[in-house]
């Protein structure tokens, strides 16, 4: 009988790790890292990790000793990114660095969950070969991140993905979760209108990242997105009106005053996923399709 496998999740407690760890039970021994927010999932060992600690990140890496690590640790919000760019930096290199050097020695597969933000946003449908030269800070932080790992592993898969919808795990809030909870208020909720994001979903998300590691390929990058492009704005407006909420909640917000871009056109950072549904046999959804596999989920609670 073959060995199960064992996946270490940096960052397992955060709104995707902990969704990464609930898929990966399915067939791997799953060991996730929290530093913050401690959770508790049946099947999954969740072990404490600060990031910047090297003794400790060699610790957790031994204990584990994974043949694949996931790291999802990080941000997903530009804006949080440009408030704590030394965090950030941190979250998207230096801790990847930390664990490059505690598995210096270890034969796996390194996974790094990256985002849309790699690119420029002047374009859109981006494609896996397409040149990625962020524009934002963060973007630049992650497509570092991207970069060291390319170096430094050469069994590595580097995952971009644009927004993902879904429920958190009640610590972590998810995009979705801050919405619900405002509207659920009647509360503004204010959202960006100048960028377009090819929304997917967070279940679509996870079932492909385990599809591609299960099968054993070795694909080097690939995208994850939905079909249809959207800015926050537009999404919430339907979120809204899926969800039975007042659309009317629904506000623009302004543009940074440091945005280079300010009063220009719209950014496109929507992603192009056809390799991901030619070779994986996935069919990209459709925002509509996405939010309504979340509210199937959620009719108990709502
Ligand atoms: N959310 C999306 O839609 C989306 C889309 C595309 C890509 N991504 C990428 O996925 C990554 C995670 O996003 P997310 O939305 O899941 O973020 P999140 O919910 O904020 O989770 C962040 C994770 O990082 C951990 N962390 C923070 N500081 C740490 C430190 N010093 N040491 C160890 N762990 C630390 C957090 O631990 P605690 O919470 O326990 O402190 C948490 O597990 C980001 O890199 C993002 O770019 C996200």
């Known amino acids: 009988m073959a060995k199960v496998k064992t996946v270490l999740i940096i960052g397992g407690s955060g709104f995707v790790g902990t969704r990464l760890a609930l898929k990966f039970r399915e067939g791997y021994k799953v060991f996730a890292t929290y530093n913050t927010h401690k959770i508790t999932i049946p099947g999954v060992t969740y072990l404490p990790l600060d990031l910047e600690n090297e003794n400790w990140v060699k610790r957790i890496v031994y204990t ?21 760019p030394t965090v950030a930096d941190f979250l998207h290199v230096g801790g990847v660095s930390n664990v490059a050097n505690a598995t210096d020695s270890m034969q796996l597969r390194f996974v790094y969950i990256s985002s849309s933000y790699v690119f420029d946003g002047n374009r859109g449908n981006y494609r896996e070969t397409d040149s990625a030269l962020a524009s934002s800070l963060h973007g630049k932080l992650i497509n570092a991140g991207e970069n060291f790992v390319r170096g430094r592993y050469f069994n590595h898969l580097i995952v971009r993905s644009s927004p993902l919808l879904g429920r958190g795990n009640g610590r972590n809030y998810s995009v979705f979760d801050k919405m619900r909870i405002l509207l659920d208020r009647d509360q503004r909720v204010e959202l960006p209108n ?3 994001h090819s929304f997917a979903n967070i279940s679509g998300f996870t079932d492909m990242v385990k599809r591609v590691i299960d099968s054993g390929s070795k694909i ?11 800015t926050f704005f537009q999404m919430g407006k339907l979120f809204a009106e899926k969800f039975g909420f007042n659309p009317a909640l629904i506000v623009e917000k302004a543009r940074l005053e440091s945005d280079d871009d300010k009063g220009s ?30 509210k199937q989920l959620l009719v108990p609670s709502l």
């Open 265 to 294: 056109t719209i950014k496109d950072y929507s992603l192009n996923s056809t390799q991901m549904a030619t070779t994986l046999n996935i069919k990209p959804l459709l925002v509509e399709e996405s939010l309504d596999l979340i």
């Open 220 to 230: 080097k990058t690939i995208h994850y997105g939905g079909t249809t492009k959207l």
């Open 64 to 84: 584990a000793r994974p043949n694949i690590v996931i790291y999802v640790a990080g941000n997903n919000d530009p804006e949080w990114t440009e408030a704590n």
């Open 194 to 196: 100048y960028e377009l």
